[in-house]
């Protein structure tokens, strides 16, 4: 069933929209959050675990140092009050993939609270070039462990419902895990979507600046859930909200956004009610549909967890780690903007394809501001968009861009030929070098094969030959283009014009 919409413009012109974004983001250390199992991505299933981590009878937890360290540093990057004391809880309820049934999290005591992040997006009223920045206000990020991972074997949806059988993956059981939630975001209107959007690309950029985790929206190790409600418009109040749970791209926080806004005020618009819940978002089909009706803070039983001793970090140890935090995202985003020589209008396209981490990491790798900003603008933004994936996960890396453009250099490849090179990048062909090889893609260098190509097509187009032999150069065009369809674009076009010149005039 297929839900009922308002258009966007429609949702806008009748209420107000209210973000809460959480965040959930796996830390990179070598042993989980409780026991010392291994925490490597992509193990055999149900190989890295022990009795701590399975919640077996008698196991005794001991809390990772350095993911307490990586939580604390996460904190005062977010601007956040780091806690004198704190302690962590039992969050009670039952999952096929909680062997303990019940998770060992924090609730009323969080390590780090009260923090902001500034964000940049387009102006909504602005022209070409213009910026706001939204505050976003962090109300806690707080230690927790992560869960199994279910896979629902049969079936349509790779859902539970209507799958054949349930298997259960506890690798992933006690990963370290912070949650960052944020206060209610207001105000946005219309740039709703993209402020969540950009919250969530500048908080990853922030967590792999940290050095805390590689933040790979697609292997799960960040994850966003979206709640989002609507309010009567100019009465600043806040509705029912719902809950899209684990939502792992850019674009999809983007769109998840906008859906919700438009369902919920289908629904508003006509009378009815929402239902408070947690929704599934639909990649494929750009739709939520509903999960399990969502439960208050009282159903999960929270008590102090009695295995565990309460954290109490040093105002010196916090000292030391702030010491340790890279350069706030917007200061160093105008930063690099005057290194790069980027107009504004520049700027803000490069942030808004979510490619700015990566022009700025192919720049590192060696490629020139412009050159850096060229492919990931033109070339793998659009594939991006055509294939409705995020710039980030094309299997295109840095390094990649930058091998490209040194095949360019070298004089091996034009950038008609690179854009094939693209191709095979984008399926998984091998490196750039490799690819050229076995496409047969490099340019041909050879003067016989050249001058051969030449005399054929003076040959074949005498009219326009006569015009160059009278002076009419811009006529050389027409034989440059017959030469490179004749040798599939792999001949260098200053070579063949010189060519046609040497032999006409």
Not at 76 to 83: H, Q, S
Not at 348 to 368: K, M, N
Request: hydrophobic fraction near 40%.
């Amino acid at each position: 069933m297929t839900d009922a919409l308002l258009t966007f413009e429609e949702s806008l012109a009748k209420f107000d929209p209210a973000m809460g974004l959480e965040v959930h983001v796996e830390l990179n250390t070598n042993s989980k959050m409780f026991c010392g199992c291994p925490t490597e991505f992509g193990a055999e299933p149900n190989t890295q675990t022990c009795p701590t981590c399975l919640g077996l009878p008698g196991a005794m937890p001991v809390v990772n140092r350095v993911a307490v360290e990586s939580a604390m540093r996460i904190g005062l990057a977010l601007n956040c009050e780091i806690a004198e004391w704190c302690r962590f809880a039992r969050k009670n309820y039952f999952y096929p993939d909680m062997p303990k049934n019940f998770q060992t999290s924090q609730y009323d005591e969080p390590i780090a609270f009260d923090g902001f992040m500034d964000v940049t997006v387009p102006s909504e009223s602005g022209g070409p070039g213009e910026f706001e920045v939204v505050r976003v206000e962090i109300e806690r990020a707080h230690m927790e462990e992560d869960t199994g991972k279910s896979l629902h074997v049969g079936g349509a949806t790779g859902r539970i419902h209507g799958a054949d059988y349930s298997l259960v993956d506890y690798n992933r059981a006690g990963i370290p895990l912070i949650e960052i939630v944020t206060r209610p975001i207001m105000g946005t209107r219309a740039s709703a979507p993209a402020v969540a959007k950009a919250y969530v690309a500048q908080l990853r950029e922030l967590i792999v600046a940290l050095g805390v985790s590689d933040a790979r929206m697609d292997q799960g190790s960040i994850r966003a859930d979206v709640n989002l409600s609507l309010a009567p418009i100019g009465t600043g109040a806040l509705g029912t909200r719902t809950e899209t749970k684990n939502v792992n791209s850019l674009r999809s926080v983007e769109r998840a956004v906008r859906y919700e806004m438009q369902r919920h005020a289908a629904i508003l618009d006509g009378g009815g009610s929402i239902l408070q819940e947690t929704r599934h978002w639909h990649e494929d089909t750009g739709v939520t549909t509903s999960g399990r009706e969502k439960s208050d803070a009282e159903d999960y039983r929270y008590f102090p967890e009695p295995d565990l001793v309460p954290v109490a970090p040093s105002r010196e140890w916090v000292d030391e780690l702030r010491l340790t935090l890279p350069e706030n995202p917007t200061v160093k985003r105008a930063r690099l903007q005057g290194e790069w020589g980027f107009s504004d209008l520049e700027m803000r396209d490069t942030i808004g394809a979510g490619a700015f981490g990566l022009v700025e990491e192919t720049i590192v790798a060696g490629a020139t501001p412009q050159v850096a900003r060229k492919w990931w603008l033109s070339e793998l933004a659009r594939r991006a968009n055509d294939t409705g994936a995020d710039i980030a996960e094309l299997g295109v890396t840095p390094a990649d861009v930058v091998a490209v453009q040194k095949l360019i250099d070298d004089g091996a490849l034009n950038d008609k030929l690179a854009r094939q090179v693209f191709e095979g990048l984008y399926a998984a062909e091998g490196t750039p070098a490799e690819i050229v090889a076995a496409r047969g893609l490099a340019i041909v260098s050879d003067e016989g094969a050249l001058s051969s190509a030449v005399d054929a097509a003076i040959a074949a187009n005498p009219d326009v030959a006569d015009k160059i032999r009278d002076g009419k150069v811009a006529a050389a065009g027409a034989l440059i283009g017959a030469v490179m369809k004749e040798m599939r674009g792999q001949a260098d076009a200053g070579r063949v014009r010189e060519l046609i010149l040497e032999k006409l005039t």
